[in-house]
C-alpha cells in the first residue's frame, strides 16, 4: 500500500507537521520516542530538566540569585514541555481535519491526485534536514557573534563580584550553551512547522475547489479548519510565559511598571495571532472571488424569483415560466432570501471563535498575571471589560 506518512495509508490524507521530521527521527533513535507511540510525557520531562540543570541557585557574593529569575525556571520547566505537548496537539489534529478535504468534497474527486502531490511534497519537506541545520545555525550564530556573557543579565546570578572582569561557573555555562539553545531550536522548530502549515494549505488553495457559498459554516465548507490553530495554542503560551516572566522579573526586582509595558504585551499577542493563524489566510483568495461570484449568481436568482413573484400575485399576470417558482430546493420568497444573506455573511478566511480564543487566550494570559503582580485581579478584570465594551 502506497503511504505518504509512517504507518498512514495514503488513502486517508492525513500528515503530521512533527512524525518523520529530522528531531523525531534523532529522538526514536536515542530512544526517547517509543516504537509503539510519540512519548510525550517523558520526552517533556526529559528536556525540561535537561536544560534547565544550572548547577547552582544562590552562589556566593551573587548580585541578584538564580532563584529570582524566572524567565529562566519558566523557559524550561514551563516553555520546553509545553513544545513538545504541542507536537501531540498538532499530530492529532491535522490527522483528524486534513482527510475532511476529501471526505467533505471540498477536493473533488477529479482533483485527488494533485491533493495527494501537494500533500507528498509537504512530507518530503518536513523530512528534510536542511531547515533543522539552518535553526542550528543561526542559534549557533547568535550565541558566538555576541558576548552573551555580559549581554544577559539572566546569568547576573553567576557572575562575580568584580563585574570588570566577569567569571562564570558551570551553571552559566550549562544555560548558556546548552539549556537556551535547546529553547531555542524547539522554538524556531515551531516557526518551522508552521510555516509547513501555511506551504501546505496554499498548495491545496490552488487546486480547483468545491467551495459552497451558502454553506452553513459560513466558510464555503472550509469551516472545519477553524480548529487547526489550536494546536499552535501551547506554543503561543510557552513564548508568551517566557517574555512575561522577564517582564515578571523587571516589576518585582528592577521597580518597572507593569503599565509601561503594555505597547509590547499588545505587540506580541497581536504578532502571535497573525503568525499562528496566518495559514488560513491562504484561502482567503479562493473564498473572495467564489463569493463575488455568488453575490452575482444569487442576486441574478433571486431577482428573477422576486419578479416573477411579483407578476403572478401583485400585478395579477399570468406567469408563463413556473419551474423557479415550483422549484422544491428554493422555496417560498422567505427561503429564496435566506439563500442570498448566507452568500452575504459568507467569511473570505474560515476564522472564527474556535482559531482565535485559543492562540489570543495562551498569549493574553502570561501578561495579565505580569499585570496582577501590581494590580488586583478585580481591576484587571475591569481593565479588560473595558476594553471589550
Do not use: C
Amino acid at each position: 500500500m502506497n503511504k505518504l506518512d509512517t504507518g498512514t495509508p495514503a488513502e486517508t490524507f492525513g500528515i503530521s507537521l512533527v512524525r518523520g521530521d529530522i528531531l523525531y527521527r534523532l529522538q526514536r533513535k536515542i530512544g526517547l520516542i517509543p516504537a509503539d507511540g510519540p512519548g510525550i510525557g517523558r520526552r517533556a520531562l526529559f528536556w525540561a530538566l535537561w536544560a534547565w540543570y544550572t548547577g547552582r541557585a544562590l552562589p556566593p557574593a551573587a548580585p541578584e540569585p538564580l532563584l529570582a529569575h524566572f524567565g529562566i525556571h519558566v523557559r524550561f520547566l514551563v516553555a520546553v514541555p509545553l513544545f513538545i505537548l504541542a507536537e501531540g496537539m498538532a499530530h492529532g489534529l491535522t490527522m483528524q481535519l486534513l482527510p475532511y478535504f476529501v471526505r467533505s468534497g471540498v477536493v473533488p474527486e477529479r482533483e485527488v491526485p494533485r491533493f495527494r502531490d501537494v500533500i507528498a511534497k509537504i512530507v518530503k519537506l518536513r523530512d528534510t534536514t536542511v531547515p533543522w541545520i539552518t535553526i542550528l545555525a543561526f542559534v549557533v550564530a547568535a550565541l558566538t557573534v555576541t558576548d552573551v556573557v555580559r549581554e544577559s543579565h539572566e546569568v547576573a546570578w553567576a557572575l562575580g563580584a568584580d563585574e570588570s572582569a566577569p567569571h562564570t561557573g558551570f551553571g552559566a555555562l550549562w544555560f548558556l550553551y546548552v539549556g537556551r539553545p535547546i529553547y531555542l531550536m524547539l522554538l524556531f522548530g515551531w516557526v518551522w512547522r508552521v510555516i509547513l502549515m501555511f506551504l501546505l494549505f496554499r498548495g491545496v488553495a490552488g487546486l480547483d475547489l468545491v467551495i459552497v457559498p451558502t454553506h452553513p459554516d459560513r466558510a464555503g465548507g472550509l469551516g472545519f479548519l477553524e480548529r487547526i490553530p489550536k494546536a499552535f495554542a501551547p506554543v503561543a503560551l510557552a513564548a508568551g510565559a517566557v517574555l512575561a516572566a522577564g517582564w515578571a522579573h523587571d516589576v518585582v526586582y528592577h521597580g518597572v511598571s507593569a503599565q509601561s509595558m503594555q505597547l509590547p504585551m499588545v505587540a506580541f499577542v497581536v504578532t502571535a495571532l497573525l503568525v499562528f493563524l496566518s495559514p488560513l489566510f491562504v484561502f482567503a483568495g479562493p473564498l473572495l472571488k467564489v463569493k463575488k461570484q455568488a453575490l452575482l449568481d444569487y442576486g441574478a436568482l433571486i431577482g428573477r424569483h422576486g419578479k416573477l413573484v411579483r407578476e403572478r400575485w401583485i400585478e395579477g399576470r399570468e406567469v408563463e415560466e413556473d419551474a423557479i417558482l415550483n422549484a422544491p430546493e428554493l422555496g417560498p420568497v422567505a427561503d429564496t432570501t435566506s439563500l442570498y444573506e448566507a452568500v452575504k455573511h459568507m467569511r473570505i478566511v474560515p476564522l472564527g471563535k474556535a482559531s482565535v480564543a485559543p492562540i489570543l487566550l495562551a498569549a493574553a494570559i502570561p501578561m495579565i498575571a505580569v499585570f496582577a503582580i501590581q494590580m488586583p485581579v478585580k481591576g484587571i478584570l475591569k481593565m479588560l471589560m473595558k476594553a471589550l465594551i
